[in-house]
């Protein structure tokens, strides 16, 4: 069983995605990482959403590892989950490290009560990245 799990992950670690996520990786994301993510909306369509929010969660769990980003829309708190090797996801960016404040906890599920400091810096990286995909 861990064999074919191994050869899953193989074939669905198309763009690196194992490497963002890898918990040796200096480089991966943490949770309380800025991320970006890009979504087909449906199988076999070309248009795409794209939804930035802080990482609250990463379930690590082989094939059917994901993980959960939140953002406030509009004085609402959004969550999102991601399953990391599904063929909706078109790309994965990080945007901003969690170097400012210090995370001491995997699950940053505390957020969802008192948001604090860390939705702020959002909009100001969400209007760079529209900058930067309008240049383009």
Same mark, same amino acid.
């Given at each position: 069983?861990?064999?074919?799990?191994?050869?899953?992950?193989?074939?669905?670690?198309?763009?690196g995605r194992r490497e963002l996520f890898d918990r040796h990786n200096?480089?991966?994301?943490?949770?309380?990482?800025?991320?970006?993510?890009?979504?087909?909306?449906?199988?076999?369509?070309?248009t795409t959403s794209t939804f930035m929010g802080v990482c609250i969660?990463?379930?690590?769990?082989?094939?059917?590892?994901?993980?959960?980003?939140? *953002?406030?829309?509009?004085?609402?708190?959004?969550?999102?989950?991601?399953?990391?090797?599904?063929? $909706?996801? @078109? &790309?994965? #960016?990080?945007?901003?490290?969690?170097?400012?404040?210090?995370?001491?906890?995997?699950?940053?599920?505390?957020?969802?009560? *008192?948001p604090g400091k860390v939705f702020q810096p959002l909009q100001s990286?969400?209007?760079?990245?529209? $900058?930067? @995909? &309008?240049? #383009?």
């Amino acid at each position: 069983m861990e064999q074919i799990t191994k050869q899953q992950i193989e074939t669905a670690n198309t763009d690196g995605r194992r490497e963002l996520f890898d918990r040796h990786n200096p480089q991966a994301i943490r949770p309380g990482s800025i991320v970006l993510v890009e979504t087909f909306n449906g199988p076999g369509e070309t248009t795409t959403s794209t939804f930035m929010g802080v990482c609250i969660a990463i379930r690590r769990k082989g094939i059917d590892t994901n993980f959960t980003l939140r *953002n406030i829309v509009m004085r609402v708190g959004v969550e999102q989950r991601y399953s990391l090797y599904s063929p $909706l996801l @078109k &790309s994965i #960016k990080v945007l901003q490290k969690p170097s400012d404040i210090k995370f001491r906890r995997a699950k940053l599920y505390y957020l969802r009560d *008192n948001p604090g400091k860390v939705f702020q810096p959002l909009q100001s990286l969400w209007k760079q990245e529209q $900058l930067e @995909k &309008s240049t #383009k």
